[in-house]
C-alpha cells in the first residue's frame, strides 16, 4: 500500500522539529540565560511581504528556528529567577506535545472522552495533594490570571445570589459587591477584579512580608454591609509570605464574604509536610487559583481554578446552547473556565503528577524551597547586599543600601547571562528578586548564582 503523502509530510516535519526542540534542551542549561537578539532583531530576520506562494513545512520549521533562535530566552535554564517561571517535566512536555498532535477540543466530555477524563482524574489527584474541599469543581485555565478571574466571577455570582438577586436577571438593580484584599495583592487579582466588574480592590493593609492585615480586613468589613469577596494570597511575589489563613478566613466568613485564595506558587506548598504549616486555614476558603506551569513544571500553558462549590462555578460559568453536547448532571469542562474550546492542557499535569506521585511532589517544593535558602545565605555572604525578606519559601528579594547600585546588579546580571533575576521595587526599595521555579536548580546551580551574584556587585562597586 501507498504511503499516505499527507501522513509522510507529518513525519518528515516533525522529525526537523524534534531535531531541534531536543538540541534547544540539550544546551538550555549551559547556554547564557538571556537572549542573543532583542524583539528589533528577530523582527530584522522576519519582516517580509506575505509571499504569494508558500513553501514546504520542512522549511517553514527550519526557517522559523533560524529566525527566533537567537531571541530566545533560556526560561528552562536551572538559572533563570524571573517571573516565577518553572521548567517542564519530561513527561509532561511529551504529554504536551501529544495534546498538539491529537488535537483534541476538550470542551465537552462526550466528544473527547479520552482527554476528558485525563483531566478529572489530574483535577482529583490534585484536590488530594492540595488538601482542599474533595468534590471542588477544578477547571483548566491559561494561567492564574484567568484561574482568579473564574473564581473572582463564581464569588461575584454567589454573593449576589445569597442576597436574593440573580446574577443575570438583576444585573441592573443588583447592588455593588465589595472586593476586598491586602495591600500587597498582586496584579493578576487586580486585573481579574477588573475584568469581572468587581473593579479594583480596596486594599486593607499588609505587615511588612505583605501578609494581609487581618484586623484591618475586620474593619473594612464591619464599615459596610455589603457583599462581599475578599481575596488573599499564598505566596506574595516578593517575599514568598502566606496571609494567615486561619484568622482572615474566619472574619471574612463571619461577615458572610466569599474568600477567594490567590496562591499562583504558594499553593503547592500545601504539598509538602515540612511546608505546609504554611496554608493552615487555607483550605476553609471557597475558591483558589494556581499555575500548574509554576511549581509543578509542566510547560506553556496551565492555571487551575478551583471553587468549593462545583455548583456555583458552572452557574456562573457554564456555556449552554442547543447545539452543544451535555449530559444531564454532569458539567463539562467548559463550565468551569471562560474558555468554550481550548487544548487538553490539564493532561501534562496528569503525566507530571503520575510521573512524580505524592513523595515526588513533596520533594519538587522543599528542593525548591532549599535552593531559595540556600540563595539567601550565599547573598548575605557578599559585602554590601542584604537580603530583605524573611526567606519562607522560594522568593528572595536580594539589594544594596543604593537603589541605583542595586538596579545596576540587575541589569548587569542579565547582561552578563549567566543568571536571570527580575528587578522589582518592594517596599520602597529597588530590589533584585529570585523566584525558585525550576526543578533543575540544585546545588551547582546555587553556587554559580551566588559567584555570578558577587561578580556583579564587584563590577557596580557594591561592598568592598
Known amino acids: 500500500m501507498d504511503e499516505d503523502p499527507t501522513a509522510n ?55 522559523l528556528v533560524e529566525a527566533s533562535a537567537p531571541g530566545l530566552m533560556a526560561m528552562g535554564s536551572p538559572r533563570f529567577y524571573g517571573f516565577v517561571i518553572g521548567g517542564a ?18 470542551g465537552s466530555r462526550q466528544p473527547t472522552p479520552a482527554t476528558a477524563a485525563v483531566e478529572e482524574v489530574a483535577a482529583a489527584w490534585l484536590l488530594e495533594l492540595l488538601d482542599l474541599p474533595r468534590g471542588s469543581g477544578v477547571g483548566f485555565a491559561t494561567g492564574a490570571t484567568s484561574a482568579n478571574l473564574s473564581c473572582l466571577v463564581a464569588g461575584r455570582d454567589a454573593v449576589l445570589r445569597a442576597r436574593g438577586f440573580d446574577p443575570v436577571v438583576d444585573v441592573r438593580r443588583a447592588p455593588r459587591v465589595r472586593f476586598l484584599a491586602g495591600g500587597a495583592v498582586h496584579t493578576s487579582v ?42 488573599l494570597q499564598a505566596g506574595d511575589v516578593h517575599s ?31 504539598a509538602s509536610p515540612r511546608l505546609r504549616g504554611l496554608t493552615a486555614g487555607m483550605s476553609d476558603a471557597d475558591s483558589w487559583a494556581t499555575d500548574a506551569h509554576k511549581t509543578l513544571n509542566v510547560p506553556y500553558d496551565c492555571g487551575v481554578a478551583i471553587v468549593r462549590d462545583e455548583a456555583a462555578m458552572t452557574a456562573s460559568l457554564g456555556a449552554h446552547a442547543a447545539y ?39 520533594d519538587l517544593v522543599d528542593g525548591l524551597a532549599d535552593a531559595a535558602t540556600a540563595l539567601a545565605g550565599g547573598f548575605r555572604a557578599i559585602d554590601g547586599l542584604e537580603v530583605l525578606n524573611d526567606v519562607v519559601f522560594t522568593q528572595v528579594c536580594l539589594a544594596s543600601s543604593d ?15 549567566t543568571v536571570w533575576a527580575s528587578s522589582s521595587h518592594w517596599q520602597g526599595r529597588t530590589v533584585v528578586r529570585f523566584a525558585v521555579s525550576n526543578r533543575g536548580t540544585d546545588a551547582a546551580a546555587v553556587r554559580r548564582t551566588v559567584d555570578a551574584v558577587a561578580r556583579g556587585a564587584a563590577a557596580v562597586g557594591i561592598g568592598g
Open 324 to 362: 452543544l453536547p451535555a449530559v444531564a448532571s454532569v458539567s463539562d469542562p467548559y463550565d468551569r473556565v471562560p474558555e468554550l474550546s481550548r487544548r487538553a492542557r490539564g493532561v501534562p499535569v496528569w503525566a507530571a503528577l503520575r510521573s512524580l506521585g505524592r513523595r515526588g511532589v513533596a
Open 9 to 63: 509530510e507529518y513525519r518528515q516535519v516533525l522529525e526537523v522539529a524534534h531535531r531541534h526542540a531536543q538540541a534547544w534542551l540539550d544546551e538550555v542549561a549551559e547556554r547564557p540565560v538571556r537572549p542573543e537578539l532583542d524583539v528589533d532583531g528577530v523582527l530584522a530576520r522576519l519582516r517580509r511581504d506575505l509571499p504569494e506562494d508558500g513553501i514546504g513545512s520542512v522549511e517553514v520549521v527550519e526557517e
Open 89 to 106: 517535566y519530561p513527561a509532561a512536555l511529551a504529554a504536551d506535545w501529544l495534546v498538539s498532535a491529537w488535537d483534541q477540543n476538550t
Open 403 to 417: 537603589d541605583g547600585a542595586t538596579a545596576a546588579l540587575g541589569e548587569w546580571l542579565r547582561v552578563e547571562g
Open 190 to 231: 487586580v486585573l481579574g477584579g477588573r475584568i469581572s466588574g468587581l473593579g479594583a480592590p480596596e486594599t486593607v493593609g499588609a505587615d511588612e512580608q505583605g501578609r494581609i492585615d487581618v484586623e484591618g480586613l475586620r474593619r473594612a468589613l464591619a464599615a459596610e454591609d455589603a457583599p462581599t469577596v475578599v481575596a
Open 240 to 270: 514568598g509570605a502566606f496571609d494567615d489563613f486561619e484568622a482572615a478566613v474566619g472574619v471574612a466568613h463571619e461577615a458572610g464574604a466569599w474568600v477567594h485564595v490567590d496562591g499562583a506558587f504558594g499553593l503547592w506548598a500545601a
